[in-house]
């Protein structure tokens, strides 16, 4: 193998990278097999194949790809021969690197990386438009004020909590938006880890906005007090 691909600087905020090394070398060993697959990408392969590579066991790679598939950092369509691997936003971060590892940035890079940007600016300026507009939405003021009596801090300008706690209401879980509900549950939950070591440790709505899915991971594992272990379950009175 020859090449390399890039990784994105954000993933120290991903909660595979921060709680689940298992599912992140997998993550990274499918980055580096896509790199040389046709559509870069896409890896055709086996759980097996992925065992072996990683030192692993099949029942330990089916349930890191469950995971990464619950991130929605791949997508899986699975034979009775093979499965098809597909890596999630790639054109977003990678593009087609020199195979002779040239570190001079080609023209296409260049287009592509001003593209990325051009992108990342126009979504970053919608959400704050609709942050702006929706100054009056009462889900997002009530999970605020949730969050706020519940001894959520709110630190920084009242613009960015607003901002994040309102991205968070539309994050997508299993391709629907988190919902109020949810919102206040993972509030719930957060709160409850507090000062637990080995715990995502979440004190604001930023942190949540980036830390969700790894509460998510830990519900899974314990129960906390009258939390339910299913994500989204019922909070009992």
Same mark, same amino acid.
């Given at each position: 193998?020859?090449? /390399? ?11 595979? /990278? ?70 999630? !936003? /790639? ?21 592509? !990386? ?6 990342? !600016? ?62 206040? /549950? ?52």
């Amino acid at each position: 193998m020859s090449g /390399w691909v890039k990784l994105y600087c954000k993933s120290i905020h991903n909660p595979i /990278w921060q709680m689940d090394r298992t599912a992140w070398q997998i993550f990274e060993y499918l980055l580096l097999r896509a790199y040389e697959s046709t559509p870069q990408n896409r890896v055709v392969t086996t759980r097996q194949r992925i065992a072996e590579a990683c030192h692993s066991n099949n029942s330990t790679v089916y349930k890191a790809l469950a995971r990464l598939k619950n991130a929605e950092m791949v997508t899986t369509k699975s034979t009775n021969k093979y499965t098809i691997i597909s890596i999630r !936003n /790639w054109h977003k971060y990678q593009d087609r690197v020199n195979n002779a590892g040239n570190n001079k940035v080609t023209t296409k890079e260049q287009q592509s !990386n001003t593209l990325n940007k051009s992108i990342d !600016n126009r979504d970053k300026n919608k959400s704050k438009d609709l942050v702006a507009s929706d100054k009056r939405n009462p889900e997002l003021q009530e999970l605020i004020d949730y969050a706020t009596s519940k001894g959520f801090s709110l630190q920084g300008s009242q613009r960015v909590n607003r901002q994040y706690a309102y991205n968070l209401l539309r994050k997508k879980y299993r391709g629907e938006p988190l919902g109020l509900d949810r919102c206040k /549950w993972l509030v719930d939950v957060s709160l409850s880890l507090a000062g637990k070591p080995y715990k995502p440790q979440i004190i604001d709505f930023k942190s949540l906005f980036y830390k969700w899915q790894g509460l998510i991971v830990h519900v899974g594992k314990e129960k906390y007090g009258r939390y339910q272990t299913s994500f989204g379950g019922k909070r009992e009175s």
